[in-house]
């Protein structure tokens, strides 16, 4: 999944969904994803209802998450924890856990900086900026 579109990542995410319902076995980011989906059973009732919701767009003026940037935003976040880059996002990782005492709270606090640099790469038209990244961990830290 190198260049998905949209409905190839939420197909990824009712496939995974599918396999684990029916017990059948997982491979490669698949088992991952599925740490990240049954920590959101607010989730599951979509997940069972591909064909509703596919195709469902999730515009920021409803107010609503769009589940399946959540969902993919984690997998993001557990990619750069795997390869620790952009460099130090593991340590940073580390001292959310040890503060929150909790992975998906930790990953959620990563997920709001994450967001804010890719908006600000959005906005400016630049590429991404680890240190705008990194401040905000830092401030989500207490640093």
């Not at 409803?62 to 996002?89: K, R, Y």
């Not at 001292?95 to 992975?103: I, M, Q, R, Y």
Request: glycine share 6%.
């Amino acid at each position: 999944m190198f260049n998905p579109s949209r409905d190839d990542a939420r197909r990824f995410f009712f496939d995974t969904w599918r396999k684990y319902r029916a017990q059948q076995p997982l491979e490669g980011l698949e088992t991952t994803v599925l740490d990240t989906l049954l920590a959101h059973p607010e989730y599951h009732a979509l997940l069972d209802q591909p064909g509703r919701y596919l195709e469902r767009d999730y515009p920021p003026e409803f107010g609503e998450t769009n589940p399946f940037l959540h969902l993919s935003m984690h997998l993001a976040i557990a990619e750069q924890l795997g390869i620790d880059q952009p460099p130090g996002i593991r340590a940073h990782y580390q001292a959310l856990l040890e503060k929150t005492g909790d992975a998906m709270h930790a990953q959620h606090e990563i997920m709001d900086c994450l967001a804010e640099m890719i908006w600000q790469a959005q906005r400016h038209g630049t590429a991404f900026d680890p240190l705008i990244y990194f401040a905000c961990l830092d401030k989500k830290q207490g640093k």
